[in-house]
């Protein structure tokens, strides 16, 4: 019994596409549970025409939220697999099958498709590191059929309900930017995971918001929305803390200011906010951001 979640936040027309993506699957879900943090009329009128489920979450939610709140509906409906999805993605009418049947060969607990860039379908959506390597090409890494370890949360990764009822769900203080690598973080010891290179799924770029080529080893996020900066940041300090990543520590102290000074020419005011807010994660403070700023 699988349950789909997509989480939809103030984007009807992406919503619709998604959907419409969902319901053409060669094995179908038996749940299509849409959460929606907007709470917007017109997503409602969206939902409605499809075979799916209406939750209505909350702007305060999160992503973080949306999907805790779409998982646990999952759960109490009895879902024994859950499937995971963004608004913004569209998964290839093969995407479940090929996730199903990779799991139950590899005996995975956990499994990710190849999340591919809508802009450029050579490259994936987002960088992944193969030790110090940043690797975007999707046919380098579709030359194994799984790459153990290396799931993405929320773009089309597909949990064993063992998964939730053991780790529990994403944390709500994280709210976005973050809350996905926490969770994988806390399942990784756990549960056997893996990158399906068949099962793929369409996402936007994250290119925009590099600062300087997102291949290079030193750069670095830089959303130009400051709430998305700041959830980015001072997450990044606390999954760093809570999660013993030494290595992330001395790599983040070399790669903004890097990024920041030379890159960036004497940057010192973009260097400031990321200080601040990652040091503020690193000290577990997950306070919630004042809507007052005007960036």
């Known amino acids: 019994m699988i349950a789909t979640v997509v989480v939809a936040f103030y984007r009807d027309d992406l919503l619709h596409r998604a959907l419409e993506g969902i319901l053409a699957q060669s094995h179908t879900s038996n749940w299509v549970i849409v959460v ?137 203080e994280l709210f976005m930017r973050g809350d996905e690598l926490d969770y994988y973080y806390r399942c990784r010891k756990q549960f056997r995971m893996a990158l399906v290179t068949s099962a793929h799924y369409f996402h936007p770029s994250s290119e925009s918001e590099y600062k300087v080529d997102r291949k290079r080893l030193f750069s670095v996020n830089y959303p130009l929305d400051y709430k998305k900066r700041y959830y980015q940041y001072r997450n990044r300090g606390y999954l760093i803390r809570e999660h013993k990543l030494i290595l992330e520590f001395f790599f983040d102290l070399v790669r903004y200011p890097i990024t920041f000074i030379v890159y960036k020419k004497l940057n010192f005011e973009a260097l400031r906010e990321w200080f601040q807010l990652w040091t503020m994660g690193l000290k577990k403070d997950l306070t919630a951001i004042k809507d007052t700023h005007t960036n």
């Open 36 to 172: 929606d943090n907007a709470n917007l009329e017109s997503t409602r009128e969206i939902a409605s025409k499809f075979p799916c489920e209406y939750l209505i979450g909350g702007t305060s939610f999160g992503s973080a939220g949306g999907f805790a709140l779409g998982m646990k509906h999952a759960i109490s409906l009895g879902a024994s697999k859950i499937w995971l999805l963004d608004d913004d993605g569209i998964p290839t009418k093969d995407c479940l099958k090929t996730l199903l049947g990779a799991s139950l060969k590899n005996k995975l607990e956990i499994a990710s498709p190849i999340s591919i860039a809508m802009e450029n379908p050579s490259k994936t959506a987002n960088n992944f590191f193969f030790g110090v390597r940043k690797i975007d090409s999707v046919n380098w890494i579709k030359k194994r059929e799984i790459r153990l370890g290396k799931v993405q949360f929320y773009n089309g990764v597909l949990l064993d309900s063992s998964v939730v009822k053991s780790v529990g769900y994403p944390k709500l």
